[in-house]
């Protein structure tokens, strides 16, 4: 009978490297509408392990209105590397992230604009951030909710 071949010392499993989630900040001319569309992305998304998801909503002095300030700050805090996904409400909204966006030093580098509707935008993007996908996939997620039936 032959020897049994010694069996080459294994491996241990590779770990897969952590992937940041992607950021997502909610831009309303009203922080209480702002703040409401957040918890309720929270609350469909199932729970568990959520990407970081924070509104931006008035302005600083709790009036109607949006704030570049506030922009900024949730864009940064919600920052983790992977990029930072902004929806928005109304035109102005649209018009104040543009014109940080332009600016190039405001916001987190990889901060884009999502042309999606404001509430079901928010679920998709909180979904598709939370579940492991990149900024593409959380914008197209997002703007494909426009395509969402309700009749």
Known sequence: MSP???EPPTEPPAVPPVVPPVGI???SHSAAV???VAELARGLAGGGDLAPLLPAGGTADGGLGTS???ICEAAKAVDRGA???LLVDLGSAVLTVKALLAEGDELPEAARLVDAPFVEGA???LVTASAG???EAVVAAASEAYS???E
């Open 25 to 27: 900040v909610l831009v």
């Open 4 to 6: 049994t071949p010694a």
């Open 83 to 85: 990029g930072v996904a």
């Open 123 to 125: 679920v998709a993007a």
């Open 68 to 70: 570049s300030e506030l």
């Open 133 to 135: 996908g990149d900024l």
């Open 34 to 36: 702002a703040t409401a």
């Open 148 to 150: 969402y039936r309700k």
